[in-house]
């Protein structure tokens, strides 16, 4: 079960970003027509650019040893792993070293990666829309930063969907419920054209902008999902999607995973709106041969206030077996070592101010992890407590972006991250980052 932010990397990065400001979101997109007779539309929207990322900061622990070089208990969860430069332990075993230093530089995708989306809507009737949209992503850093790695083409998204007086009908693969209004406050008012947390920094994907801080992912998956009409400014959202597994732990599933959204926006005149939020979500989990069963579990919550040039944004989320990034991620600080689901929270907070030309915003956000009775037991045979889970790790951004055009954008963001486990280690890197993003 043990498994840092680094052993999660490539599967974490590449589900954590699922920022999209297109598709099945509530976050407004632009899109360019393509081709259009009578009724049939085709039209396309997407995004490219990079962004230069630079980190500085402590290593991620090392396993505690004694004397001799024996392991009296290693670190699970969080933290940010990558090459580092460490030193020998003045007078301690052979082949102790210190914690030591992480730095380096990268060039990288951005929060969210390179984007291509291509939809086709036709109207069924005078009141029914039918519309399919299928979206590839690709990123620009190579794997394992070896040159000649080939890049491939995720398939983030696609979808039938099918609105009208009823509501809306969406049938495929887009983004799920849990969380996406906790995740929208940071596209909107945080990492929508910058790079945040880098999430793995020898790796390849889109970046984390706070996801981790205070802020699940809310990841894609295949499903199918009704949406009311809204009535006063409310809209309930309900999903059945594909079951996911804890690898390793629960891999087995019986049912469809259940989500739900409601929402709640309304104006504010002419000065600008506030919306509310709550989501939820529940997926029964099963052991292999035996007769025993558990739930990854969760709520999240929040709202957004847009009030002539500020943006406010806050959320939070508590659950069993949730993971530190995305969504019912198997993480060192979902499960214990008996694969019992540890409890989880999250707080995030997002200010902006949006002048014409540029906007700048800064965030703060922290997860937490609460152990279990059997997190505190010692091992009989050194008596030390064997695992230090991670207590919290904690974010705080700063973003300033300039608007170059409406569809170009130049951005400067840093971001602070400090990852504290509960026998007593300690991480704290500094992150900057600078890119241009085209959007269209």
């Known amino acids: 079960m043990t498994s840092p932010r680094s052993r999660t990397g490539t599967t974490c990065v ?5 920022l999209c400001a297109f598709g099945f979101s509530k976050i407004a997109a632009a899109e360019k027509v393509l081709a259009k007779e009578g009724d049939w539309t085709v ?7 990079a962004c230069v990322s630079g980190y500085y900061g402590d290593a991620l622990p090392r396993n505690t040893v004694d004397a001799m070089g024996n392991l009296l208990h290693d670190i699970q969860g969080g933290g940010l ?10 007078g301690g075993p052979v082949g102790a070293l210190t914690q030591g230093t992480l730095e380096g530089m990268r060039i990288r995708s951005g929060f969210i990666d390179n984007t291509l989306g291509i939809g086709v809507r036709e109207a069924l009737n005078d009141t029914t829309m039918v519309t399919a949209y299928v979206q590839f992503w690709a990123y620009i850093e190579s794997e394992n930063q070896i040159k000649n790695n080939v890049n491939p083409v995720d398939v983030r998204q696609g979808y039938l969907k099918v609105e009208g007086r009823f509501g809306s009908l969406l049938v495929g693969r887009a983004r799920s419920l849990f969380s996406r209004g906790n995740l929208d406050i940071d596209i909107l008012y945080g990492h929508r054209w910058a790079l945040g947390f880098p999430g793995n920094v020898n790796s390849y994907g889109p970046t984390s902008g706070m996801i981790g801080f205070g802020v699940l992912g809310s990841g894609f998956a295949g499903g199918v999902v009704y949406g009311t009409p809204v009535l006063g400014g409310l809209q309930l959202t309900v999903g059945a999607y594909d079951p996911i597994e804890l690898q390793g732990a629960w891999p087995r599933t019986k049912w469809v995973r259940p989500e739900a959204e409601l929402t709640f926006e309304r104006p504010l005149g002419s000065l600008g709106k506030f919306v509310l939020f709550g989501n939820a979500v529940y997926q029964k989990l099963y052991k292999l041969d035996i007769d025993q069963s558990t739930a990854a579990q969760g709520v999240g919550y929040g709202g957004r206030l847009e009030l002539g040039k500020l943006r406010l944004g806050f959320a939070g989320f508590y659950g069993e077996a949730l993971g530190l990034n995305y969504a019912l991620e198997n993480s060192g600080a979902s499960l214990d070592a008996l694969s019992n689901p540890r409890k989880l929270d999250g707080y995030y907070l997002q200010s902006q101010l949006v002048f014409t030309k540029w906007d700048i915003g800064a965030g703060w956000g922290m997860t937490r992890v609460f152990l279990n009775d059997v997190d505190n037991l010692p091992d009989p045979n050194t008596g030390q407590i064997p695992h230090s889970i991670l207590k919290y790790q904690m974010g705080i951004s700063g973003v300033f972006v300039y608007h170059v055009r409406p569809w170009l954008h130049v951005d400067v963001d840093v971001f602070r991250a400090e990852d504290v486990w509960f026998l007593g280690e300690k991480q704290v890197v500094y992150i900057a980052n600078s890119g241009m ?4």
């Open 14 to 18: 590449l589900w954590v970003s699922f």
């Open 43 to 49: 039209y396309t929207d997407g995004r490219a650019g």
């Open 81 to 90: 792993d990558g090459p580092a430069v460490r030193q020998p332990v003045v």
């Open 437 to 440: 993003t085209f959007n269209w």
